[in-house]
């Protein structure tokens, strides 16, 4: 039979050890939004829909009470928001002579470039979760096909106003690195999570601090640059935009194809906004690995794999602590 896979002539060559715990250590470095969700998991055998209960607030009034006059009952009820998992996962076929006669350990190169792909699919799912919310701001105009003016102060104060008129806490823990469920407190603030070719925009902006001016707290990632007010900047190439979605007057911002504006979207999140979801024993992707084993399809022992998978889904909690900005990226 044919092979598919990686072959010798394929790879490059150097060094490395192969080990699931430094696979996922590499994963955990390339997450980010996974760690601000509210997470709980379904039991396995339980089947592939998870459902979030909350309380509907109730009406607050003032009126007094007339004497010997009995009020009407408020009724309590929930809002029921609900999700279904899917299976997610990737492999790499490899060979006995990868095996047997390259320099390297190829298969920890492998599980390295699989870790860094598992993590961007998780990302890359509750990204598209997040990024389709009702509330959207738009740098100028009313439509995405009108924008082409970077993001403003302005902006982002309009964010902040929604998510504190509906309540909104800011963000004060995230999930803790590592195989279980756990939190751990953050300083907290509202996020804005979004492109990294916004950087220069946001380095514009009055009343931006960059972290390295930070003098009481730490970075929350990595890829944070600074904060602008109370809000958090956190920039990656996760957060996809719409290419030539936005107008035919350039104005100085990034153009791919130079017909229209490129359209970089970005979320202003509180605490609790979104959540995530696995299959029990399985949200963390599972590794395997496959040496070249004789088997009755594969007599000579030719063939393994590198491979993960895991069940996963994400989905917006709360539309209200949640908004989407939409704006263009000033071309340098």
Known sequence: MAFAGTQYGDVGTRVGIVAVAKWLAHAENELFLEKYAMQELIPKNKGQTLKWKRAVPLAVSATALTEGT???PQTYEDEIVSVTISEYGSWIGTTDVIADTHEDPILNKMTEVLG???AA???MIIWSAISAGTNVIYANGTTRAGVNTPLTLADIRAAVRHLKFNRAKKVAKRIAAGPNIATEPVNSSFIYFGNIAQETDFREMDSFVPVEKYANFSPLSEYE???VEEC??????HATPVYGGGSATLNGMLSRDAAAVDVFLGVVFGQDAFGA???KGMNAATLVVKNPTATYEDPHAQRGFVSWKFWFAALIL???WIVRLEAGATDL
């Open 70 to 72: 009995t009020t009407a």
């Open 116 to 118: 860094e792909q598992a």
């Open 121 to 123: 699919v998780k990302e």
């Open 225 to 227: 640059i600074g904060k």
């Open 232 to 237: 958090r900047v956190i920039l990656t190439n």
């Open 277 to 279: 979801t696995g299959l």
């Open 318 to 320: 709360n539309q209200n």
